[in-house]
């Protein structure tokens, strides 16, 4: 004999095929559908989700949505993980580190661009001689930091965390050969 509460279900099942859609979605019941129809769950299933999402408690007492949101945090750290063991990411001290080694090395460079060039200035006397003698000293000395920061960067890529011990074009230090000036008379 059938119950009349079990007559009464087949017909909401029977009636609603939009209640089965959202409860196969929601992956309850249909009886839980109706329960919470009744509690103010609307019945579209995108919305359905949300609402549910945000209402409804789960059997430990964590919110659906938070049990979500720690998912997706666990991804994203895992996922940092695996590129900083393939070596897309570096940790923030090395960048610092690189970073400052890159400004002592550029300021140590131009820094000799005066003590080089002093003498052959002081002989000069068009303004437009000196400028251009300047540029070119100075695009020296910020082309040679450019080589050697490369090759550092590159050893570093490589995986050797070793400091170079010599440069790959090693700089004259101290004076270098005064250029010809060519004046026009």
């Known amino acids: 004999m059938v119950t009349k509460r079990r007559k009464q279900k087949r017909r909401r099942d029977r009636a609603d095929p939009l209640i ?3 409860a196969k979605a929601l992956k309850i019941s249909t009886v839980q559908v109706w329960r919470l129809s009744k509690r103010g769950m609307p019945l579209d299933e995108v919305r359905a989700r949300a609402w549910r999402d945000e209402h409804i408690q789960t059997k430990t007492g964590a919110v659906a949505g938070e049990n979500q949101r720690l998912k997706s945090a666990q991804a994203h750290m ?3 993980q695996a590129r900083r063991m393939a070596g897309e990411l570096v940790e923030l001290a090395e960048v610092e580190t690189s970073v400052i080694e890159s400004m002592v090395l550029i300021r ?4 000799g ?3 080089r060039c002093a003498q052959q200035l002081a002989t000069m006397t068009d303004a437009a001689e000196v400028r251009l003698y300047l540029l070119n000293e100075i695009r020296d000395a910020l082309r040679n930091s450019a080589d050697r ?5 590159r050893m570093a890529a490589s995986g050797d965390r ?3 011990e010599a440069d790959p074009e090693p700089v004259e230090v101290g004076r270098r050969k005064p250029r010809v000036s060519r004046r026009k008379r």
């Open 20 to 22: 089965k859609r959202i």
């Open 108 to 111: 140590s460079t131009l820094d």
């Open 162 to 164: 070793a400091a170079p």
């Open 78 to 80: 895992a996922e940092i």
């Open 149 to 153: 920061l490369e090759a550092r960067w």
């Open 113 to 115: 661009v005066a003590s």
